[in-house]
């Protein structure tokens, strides 16, 4: 992610940063005595350090200030920012097209037993206002098959049900809606995706 590899170069120049300023910190510790005991040079580098200490201790604390807060909003915003989503493999993608509904009911019967989610989209295609109902039913075992659930399809627009993995099987009925007032659809589409383990 685009976030976290920012996030890390930041911190690792932060990191650097700090070592460079200790280690200047001890070179200037460590000069300072010398020069001092050698009289001669006694002004020159003891202006010297002065100068390093006061820009260690002041700018150099700016400095490391911003570049701290820098990783902090980084970090932030790799933390808050968009989700790039996970990419898996493995799934399979069941397409019905064009199933005729003007004679009988259409029933199919799906696998679903090593896959650990189920994704059934559906849309009337003919005629232009025409309206289905899909019913999915789940395998109850001894019990026998059950509905799980039961989606409305319409034109124009695609209609979603998902649900994490119900049964090993899984069977689909879609007719043409037997509402009052509603146009019966006689074609629709059904796009069944199953989402790996």
């Known amino acids: 992610m685009f976030g976290m ?22 070179i200037v510790k460590k000069r300072s005595p010398q020069n001092q005991a050698s009289g001669g040079s006694k002004k020159t580098s003891g202006s010297a350090a002065a100068s390093w200490k006061s820009y260690l ?20 915003s790799a933390f808050f920012g968009p989700v790039k989503g996970q990419i ?20 199919e019967d ?11 989209v559906t849309k009337t295609t003919v005629p232009e206002k025409g309206e289905a109902t899909l019913v999915i039913y789940g395998d ?9 659930r039961r989606l409305n399809s319409v034109a124009n627009s695609w209609s979603r049900w998902e649900q994490a993995n119900p049964s090993k099987h899984v069977s689909i009925s879609i007719r043409g809606s037997e ?17 790996p383990r």
Not at 90 to 107: A, C, F, I, T, W
């Open 179 to 195: 509402q009052s007032g509603v146009i019966p659809a006689t074609q629709a589409d059904i796009i069944v995706y199953l989402m």
């Open 57 to 76: 201790k002041l700018q150099g604390l700016v400095l490391c200030g911003f570049l701290f807060l820098g990783a902090f909003l980084g970090w932030i």
């Open 140 to 148: 109850g075992g001894t019990s026998g098959k059950g509905e799980i």
């Open 88 to 107: 898996t493999s493995g799934g399979k993608l069941v397409e019905y097209r064009n199933l005729d509904l003007s004679q009988h009911p259409v029933y």
């Open 5 to 26: 590899s920012t996030l890390k170069i930041t911190v690792l120049a932060a990191v650097i940063l700090v070592i460079v300023l200790i280690a200047v910190v001890i």
């Open 110 to 120: 799906i696998d679903t037993e090593n896959y650990s989610s189920i994704m059934i």
